[in-house]
């Protein structure tokens, strides 16, 4: 049974209500971008279910970005006893809107709470991978407390974004890609963000945040041409090093599970494998 209210497009006017909404101990299911939910406001599909009252009832956000890849950024509904129907409520409206945009789209969630994966499976959704997490703590090793400048490693600056962002869509599938935008923000509010350059040309990147203490790896790529020459080791360690020198000796990154290259890279710098292990659903 349909719940009692209607469904509609979520606007800009909309975003205090949404934070009051998301700030109120619902249901609330997160993806992890660069954007605040309300951030979204403006683009579709972003939809509200408003009940008889005009309180919101539930929120389900999966704009596209990049082109043609819906994840679902943000659903949260207020009665845990009718999550299913304002889901199949709200997501079958949003399948009508990402019809009408995309010819072929990817539909993709990640999900990290127990509830809102059987959702997700009680849907009919497609578990096709896992993204796990490694750690790295404060290992004693030298390579890590050298300050020796490496000279192809240079601070990331505003005018490097256009290439960042082409090197980011050459070395990710569609999927995992960001757009230029996104880009732009993640350079914004990371904490270390450099490039690696051969004959004064950026081959590399990465981007690295800092938040109450911990840092995370949140991006990095290197040209395919480029691959299997210690770039992604050396711009890692420099990234190690930065921190340790602001005394910030926990750091994260997360990856695919089957990205045996990646975890490689990483076990060998001492990062460990944890026990943080978060599904990617598809839609079929």
Known sequence: MNPKGVIRPAIKTDAHK????????????????????????????????VSPDHSIDAVLNCVPEPKDVFWIRLF?????????AYWESLFTSALGLITEQSL?????????????????????WHKQQYV???????????????SDLNPSIRLMTVDDLDKVSTIDDICFKPIWQQSR??????????????VFEVNNSICGF????????????????????????????????????FF?????????????????????????????????AFPIYIYK
Not at 20 to 48: A, C, M, V
């Open 18 to 49: 949404i934070n009051r909404f998301l700030q109120s101990g619902i249901r609330n299911h997160r993806h992890l971008d660069w954007q605040k939910p309300t951030e979204w406001l403006g683009r579709s599909p972003y939809l509200i279910h």
């Open 206 to 241: 990465q981007l690295s945040t800092n938040e109450y203490g911990k840092a995370h790896l949140a991006r990095i790529a290197i040209l395919p041409e480029f691959q299997r020459q210690h770039i992604g080791e050396q711009l890692v360690m420099n990234m190690l090093q």
């Open 244 to 276: 340790i020198s602001i005394r910030i000796t926990t750091i994260t990154v997360n990856t695919q599970e089957e990205n045996t290259n990646s975890i490689g890279l990483y076990e060998k710098l001492k990062f460990k494998k944890t026990k943080d």
């Open 76 to 84: 949260a509904c207020k009665n845990i006893y009718k999550e299913i």
């Open 132 to 146: 796990i997490q490694l750690r790295w703590e404060g290992k004693k090793d030298k390579r890590f407390n050298s």
């Open 181 to 194: 935008e996104a880009i732009g923000r993640a350079y914004y509010q990371s904490a270390y963000a450099t």
């Open 104 to 124: 072929n789209p990817t539909i993709a969630s990640l999900s990290y709470q127990k509830w809102f994966s059987d959702l997700l499976e009680a849907e009919g």
